[in-house]
Nanobody, 127 residues
Framework: QVQVAESGGGSVQAGGSLRLSCTASGDRDTVNCVGWFRQGPEKEREGVAAINLRGDTIYADAVKGRFTISQDSSGRQVHLQMDSLKPDDTATYYC?????????????????????WGQGTQVTVSS
């Protein structure tokens, strides 16, 4: 069974950048159909960005133009480049994948579409 783990969180000032990584471990060690979610203080977990096998991507309106999701050529990592960070981006960021990923699966920002989750990494943006 593939597991995923996040890395790259930290503290940054507003306007700064961070790069999060989602790494697979376990059977086949690949991550496909991956979504990034975040949960801020006293907020619901929300979708941020997702990517599918074809490299199609989708972003939440709040992060469009500032965040970029990508997959490396090895298939073992998915990255979330976060630029122009704002205090509202402060949250625990989670990587998730679906075990039902196919070539035709569209990228999704719906929590229930994902069945494997990492433990999360904290991102704090100060003003």
């Amino acid at each position: 069974q593939v597991q995923v783990a996040e890395s790259g969180g930290g503290s940054v000032q507003a306007g700064g950048s961070l790069r999060l990584s989602c790494t697979a471990s376990g059977d086949r060690d690949t991550v496909n159909c991956v979504g990034w979610f975040r949960q801020g203080p006293e907020k619901e977990r929300e979708g941020v960005a997702a990517i599918n096998l074809r490299g199609d991507t989708i972003y939440a309106d709040a992060v469009k133009g500032r965040f970029t999701i990508s997959q490396d050529s090895s298939g073992r990592q998915v990255h979330l480049q976060m630029d122009s960070l704002k205090p509202d981006d402060t949250a625990t960021y989670y990587c998730a994948k679906t075990s039902t990923c196919t070539w035709f699966t569209a990228p999704q920002l719906v929590r229930d579409d994902y069945d494997t989750w990492g433990q999360g990494t904290q991102v704090t943006v100060s003003s």
